[in-house]
């Protein structure tokens, strides 16, 4: 099935939203919010078509329980990047 062009947007803004607030937590040294995310990450992106995120997640949500913090962060760059180039095909 396909997923609306609108609720993909609106997922990929989420993302970021979550992504700012996910570098400030990790300042903090708060592991929980990577966790949680990149747990769900891990779980919904492939329902919203963006699988290339999914792995990412699953990356953060392992790095983020070992607690290593550089390790996050190269990831969220990575998810990062990912999602801006998935927003970019979408106003290709």
Do not use: C, W
């Amino acid at each position: 099935m396909q997923v609306p062009v609108e609720l993909k947007i609106k997922y990929l803004s989420r993302r970021i939203q979550d992504i700012e607030k996910l570098k400030v937590s990790l300042d903090q040294g708060d592991y929980s919010l990577a966790v949680k995310l990149g747990h769900q990450v891990k779980g919904n992106a492939v329902t919203f078509d963006v699988p290339q995120i999914a792995f990412i997640g699953l990356e953060i949500e392992k790095a983020a329980k070992k607690q290593d913090k550089e390790r996050v962060k190269i990831l969220v760059e990575k998810m990062e990047t990912a999602i801006t180039s998935a927003q970019s095909s979408i106003h290709a």
